[in-house]
């Protein structure tokens, strides 16, 4: 699962340079990015396809009964009646220092790249109440995640960013690519030691 993402302001000055974005294009704003809020997210161009454009995204899409959605298992994503349309046309990338997971005894971990390079997190977007709303997809966690939680974001190689925002039939092949590792961390594990 992926209920809180974080991002700092050299992670916008690396995506840039990633995507040959034009300086600027991503806000600096650093913080918390939570369900509810709107955020940066990278989508296909809408009058020319085969360039990635940024856009406000809201983080959540309403059911028809108002529950939030917030996240979406990959492995299931085509068989969604909700969402089947959105993956195959409206795929989006959230770009990220790091997330955050709670385990069972709600001890609060950090996840990043070891390298601490941006992460991309995979989604999709849609219109709900009037706004782009997007979700993000999950899959089974590996082996860095596992003693955490046992889902996790589908992160998105950069080298990978257009086949996936362009590719209806290459995105589905790389949301099902084994996840990086990644470093895990917590202000409490050393206290654990001790206790």
Same mark, same amino acid.
């Given at each position: 699962?992926?209920?809180?993402?974080?991002?700092?302001?050299?992670?916008?000055?690396?995506?840039?340079?990633?995507?040959?974005?034009?300086?600027?294009?991503?806000?600096?704003?650093?913080?918390?990015?939570?369900?509810?809020?709107?955020?940066?997210?990278?989508?296909?161009?809408?009058?020319?396809?085969?360039?990635?454009?940024?856009?406000?995204?809201?983080?959540?899409?309403?059911?028809?009964?108002?529950?939030?959605?917030?996240?979406?298992?990959?492995?299931?994503?085509?068989?969604?009646?909700?969402?089947?349309?959105?993956?195959?046309?409206?795929?989006?990338? /959230?770009?990220?220092? %790091? *997330? $955050?997971?709670?385990?069972? +005894?709600?001890?609060? @971990? &950090?996840?990043?790249?070891?390298?601490?390079?941006? /992460?991309?997190?995979? %989604? *999709? $977007?849609?219109?709900?109440? +009037?706004?782009?709303? @997007? &979700?993000?997809?999950?899959?089974?966690?590996?082996?860095?995640?596992?003693?955490?939680?046992?889902?996790?974001?589908?992160?998105?190689?950069?080298?990978?960013?257009?086949?996936?925002?362009?590719?209806?039939?290459?995105?589905?092949?790389?949301?099902?690519?084994?996840?990086?590792?990644?470093?895990?961390?917590?202000?409490?594990?050393?206290?654990?030691?001790?206790?």
């Amino acid at each position: 699962m992926c209920g809180r993402y974080f991002f700092v302001n050299k992670t916008a000055c690396e995506v840039e340079k990633d995507l040959k974005l034009s300086h600027g294009a991503i806000k600096t704003d650093s913080g918390d990015i939570t369900p509810g809020m709107t955020a940066q997210g990278l989508i296909c161009n809408r009058e020319d396809r085969r360039n990635i454009a940024v856009a406000d995204l809201f983080w959540g899409i309403r059911t028809k009964d108002k529950k939030l959605i917030i996240n979406a298992r990959a492995e299931a994503i085509t068989e969604s009646t909700m969402f089947s349309d959105s993956i195959s046309n409206r795929r989006c990338i /959230l770009p990220s220092t %790091g *997330f $955050y997971e709670w385990d069972k +005894n709600k001890t609060k @971990f &950090v996840f990043k790249r070891e390298d601490e390079k941006p /992460l991309y997190l995979a %989604g *999709f $977007y849609d219109l709900s109440e +009037n706004r782009d709303s @997007f &979700v993000i997809l999950t899959t089974a966690a590996n082996a860095s995640m596992e003693p955490v939680h046992d889902r996790m974001p589908v992160i998105i190689d950069k080298r990978n960013i257009e086949d996936y925002l362009q590719d209806s039939s290459a995105a589905m092949e790389i949301i099902n690519a084994p996840m990086p590792m990644l470093s895990r961390n917590s202000d409490y594990e050393q206290l654990s030691l001790f206790g």
